[in-house]
């Protein structure tokens, strides 16, 4: 018989489970323990968000670890460790980023005041808010159930992946680089500060615009009006910089018209000083 036969025959009929097994296990064992590249589109993935990061990591290990949920592992064991142990040193390492950026910007602040600066670039709706703008979302490896329930879009997930890849980054590198990739995504800090403080604290951005020249007790708040049943109240208030009417906001309780009456001055305050007071 010739030597060709045996192969011969066997492309001339389906191969039995038994003769493909041994190409199969060859496949396997080769997947497993040679360095095949990552594919090319998960690749693609990692390169564009590489470049909105502003950093291109040097162990792709550590990228890929940030980015891969918990819920992920179960049906893709070899994927490596999840995000869990990156996203506890990543918010040290953000805390500790933001603490000495605030500590150098504001140095005659006081530590209440500073905390609470920090508070509110740590909080986490904002940093889902980065992790988003980033492309993280598009980059991350959920399970099939998360998938189906949201999660790339829950802001929990992004929150975490975010403390993740900070953590991931300072690991690559060294706290330097690390601080000066993460201000880049922050941007300028007072700027963000103050749309932030604005946006979800006009009191207390209405306070800190004042304070440093008319002290903490400049600033009124006054009902001047309430109307409706007593399950439908409507309150009116006014908001005055000693007996100066700065604002006059309504709304379903007093704290909600106090608020309104604060973004209220501080719109005018606005157009009186221009965008120093926006």
Same mark, same amino acid.
């Given at each position: 018989?010739?030597?060709?036969?045996?192969?011969?025959?066997?492309?001339?009929?389906?191969?039995?489970?038994?003769?493909?097994?041994?190409?199969?296990?060859?496949?396997?064992?080769?997947?497993?323990?040679?360095?095949?590249?990552?594919?090319?589109?998960?690749? !693609?993935?990692?390169?564009?968000?590489?470049?909105?990061?502003?950093?291109?990591?040097?162990?792709?290990?550590?990228?890929?670890?940030?980015?891969?949920?918990?819920?992920?592992?179960?049906?893709?064991?070899?994927?490596?460790?999840?995000?869990?142990?990156?996203?506890?040193?990543?918010?040290?390492?953000?805390?500790?980023? =933001?603490?000495?950026?605030?500590?150098?910007?504001?140095?005659?602040?006081?530590?209440?005041?500073?905390?609470?600066?920090?508070?509110?670039?740590?909080?986490?709706?904002? =940093?889902?808010?980065?992790?988003?703008?980033?492309?993280?979302?598009?980059?991350?490896?959920?399970?099939?159930?998360?998938?189906?329930?949201?999660?790339?879009?829950?802001?929990?997930?992004?929150?975490?992946?975010?403390?993740?890849?900070?953590?991931?980054?300072?690991?690559?590198?060294?706290?330097?680089?690390? !601080? &000066?990739?993460?201000?880049?995504?922050?941007?300028?800090?007072?700027?963000?500060?103050?749309?932030?403080?604005?946006?979800?604290?006009?009191?207390?951005?209405?306070?800190?615009?004042?304070?440093?020249?008319?002290?903490?007790?400049?600033? !009124?708040?006054?009902?001047?009006?309430?109307?409706?049943?007593?399950?439908? &109240?409507?309150?009116?208030?006014?908001?005055?910089?000693?007996?100066?009417?700065?604002?006059?906001?309504?709304?379903?309780?007093?704290?909600?018209?106090?608020?309104?009456?604060?973004?209220?001055?501080?719109?005018?305050?606005?157009?009186?000083?221009?965008?120093?007071?926006?």
């Amino acid at each position: 018989m010739s030597p060709l036969e045996p192969i011969v025959g066997l492309c001339m009929r389906p191969l039995t489970s038994s003769e493909i097994a041994p190409f199969v296990n060859a496949w396997s064992f080769g997947f497993q323990f040679n360095s095949f590249p990552v594919p090319a589109t998960r690749q !693609s993935i990692l390169t564009r968000l590489q470049t909105q990061l502003g950093y291109a990591f040097r162990d792709q290990a550590l990228l890929e670890s940030a980015l891969t949920h918990a819920s992920y592992l179960p049906d893709h064991p070899e994927a490596g460790p999840g995000n869990q142990r990156l996203e506890f040193l990543g918010d040290s390492v953000l805390q500790l980023i =933001l603490s000495e950026t605030l500590f150098q910007l504001y140095p005659d602040e006081r530590e209440g005041l500073l905390s609470k600066r920090r508070a509110t670039l740590t909080n986490g709706k904002f =940093l889902s808010r980065i992790a988003r703008d980033l492309g993280l979302d598009s980059a991350l490896l959920l399970s099939e159930s998360e998938e189906q329930t949201g999660g790339r879009r829950r802001a929990s997930i992004m929150e975490d992946a975010l403390e993740a890849l900070v953590g991931a980054l300072y690991l690559d590198s060294d706290f330097a680089t690390a !601080s &000066r990739v993460v201000l880049r995504w922050y941007g300028p800090l007072p700027e963000r500060l103050a749309a932030l403080l604005g946006e979800d604290n006009p009191k207390g951005r209405l306070q800190e615009l004042l304070q440093p020249q008319h002290g903490n007790r400049a600033l !009124s708040y006054r009902v001047t009006q309430t109307d409706g049943a007593p399950h439908e &109240r409507e309150y009116e208030v006014n908001v005055f910089l000693y007996e100066t009417l700065l604002g006059t906001g309504r709304g379903s309780s007093k704290k909600l018209a106090e608020e309104a009456a604060a973004r209220a001055a501080l719109v005018k305050l606005a157009d009186q000083t221009g965008p120093a007071a926006e």
